[in-house]
């Protein structure tokens, strides 16, 4: 597993993903981007939404999630899942 650093000002400890072979690379920095710009915190997340603090920081770590909460997220934000995640090939 790699770590990358992110050059998004929004992202959480400004770590963005993690590689896990084959240079496929699933980035949350959308979540974080749609989050600031409907104004919810993570903390409205947790305590408002239900939605556990370890789901926030698998997304923080750049670990994987479920496509429920992924759904959850879209319900939640009004959103779409490319507001959400993104896919980076590097290859």
Excluded: H
Excluded at 8 to 19: A, D, H, K, L, S
Excluded at 45 to 73: E, Q, V
């Amino acid at each position: 597993m790699t770590i990358v650093k992110s050059k998004n000002p929004y992202y959480p400890n400004n770590i963005e993903i993690n590689v896990k072979g084959g240079g496929i690379l699933i980035s949350y920095a959308p979540f974080w981007n749609t989050l600031k710009e409907k104004g919810i915190t993570t903390y409205a997340l947790i305590n408002k939404y239900n939605i556990s603090s370890a789901t926030i920081d698998r997304m923080k770590k750049g670990n994987g999630i479920s496509t429920m909460k992924i759904d959850d997220f879209c319900r939640i934000l009004n959103c779409n899942v490319c507001d959400i995640i993104e896919y980076i090939d590097e290859n």
